[in-house]
Nanobody, 122 residues
Framework: QVQLVESGGGLVRAGGSLRLSCAAS????????MGWFRQAPGKEREFVAT????????IYADSVKGRFTISADSAKNTMYLQMNALKPEDTAVYYC???????????????WGRGTQVTVSS
């Protein structure tokens, strides 16, 4: 089992930046990739970005490409999401998750954190 804890969310004005962290513990050798997802009120959970844990593969949703950067520090068992040029439509609860493959699909991810709220004011 892998435990995930997100942090770094908050309230920021449009155009601002935030850096989210996802700390993993437990069976951290057991997953192949990690991803960020987000869920706004009344909407389905959607893919944001994913990274192969040992590097080499990164995928972004079109809506965040060029503004968000995903990275991972395997020595610290931590994944990051640097979010720049934030927009009000980025407002959501952001979740991290692990998977046995690199995927954009929610159903491919097995372990989930509890999420961290990001609110972008206009």
């Amino acid at each position: 089992q892998v435990q995930l804890v997100e942090s770094g969310g908050g309230l920021v004005r449009a155009g601002g930046s935030l850096r989210l962290s996802c700390a993993a513990s437990g069976r951290t050798f057991s997953f192949y990739a990690m991803g960020w997802f987000r869920q706004a009120p009344g909407k389905e959970r959607e893919f944001v970005a994913t990274i192969r844990w040992n590097g080499g593969v990164i995928i972004y949703a079109d809506s965040v490409k060029g503004r968000f950067t995903i990275s991972a520090d395997s020595a610290k068992n931590t994944m990051y999401l640097q979010m720049n040029a934030l927009k009000p439509e980025d407002t959501a609860v952001y979740y991290c998750a692990t998977a046995s493959l690199v995927s954009r699909t929610v159903g491919d991810y097995q372990n989930w954190g509890r999420g961290t709220q990001v609110t972008v004011s206009s």
